[in-house]
């Protein structure tokens, strides 16, 4: 099971930090990712980081956001920086032992998925 949390309002260029934490057994072994949906469109992959550490980002946030996770607390996190209006939207951590590679990823499924939590970015 997994519980997002660090959402909220933030003005456009500001940056907030998101948690992702892992309960009922370890994700030592999973890719754990992060996707968005916007309301009226379609989910949104974010980025994933693999077991290992090595990560991937969308192009639509690369050099902004940073997947980070910290396996002895079965922990992921996403520092979001230099936010925008458009990053506004409902914010999911996700994981799964199957993985993707690079932009592959766009249409990972995992199997697991955290509770939403609400990014607002103000102009």
């Known amino acids: 099971q997994l519980q997002a949390s660090g959402g909220g309002l933030v003005q456009a260029g500001g940056s907030l930090r998101l948690s992702c934490a892992a309960s009922g057994s370890s994700v030592r072994h999973y890719a754990l990712g992060w996707f968005r949906q916007a309301p009226g469109k379609e989910r949104e992959f974010v980025g994933i980081?693999?077991?290992?550490?090595?990560?991937y980002y969308a192009d639509s946030v690369k050099g902004r956001f940073t997947i980070s996770r910290d396996n002895a607390k079965n922990t992921v996190a996403l520092e979001m920086n230099v936010l925008r209006p458009e990053d506004t939207s409902v914010y999911y951590c996700?994981?799964?032992?199957?993985?993707?590679?690079?932009?592959?990823?766009?249409?990972?499924?995992?199997?697991?998925w955290g509770q939403g939590t609400q990014v607002t970015v103000s102009s």
């Open positions: 980081i693999f077991s290992g550490g090595t990560t």
């Open positions: 996700a994981g799964d032992r199957n993985y993707c590679i690079q932009s592959a990823c766009y249409k990972w499924e995992p199997r697991v």
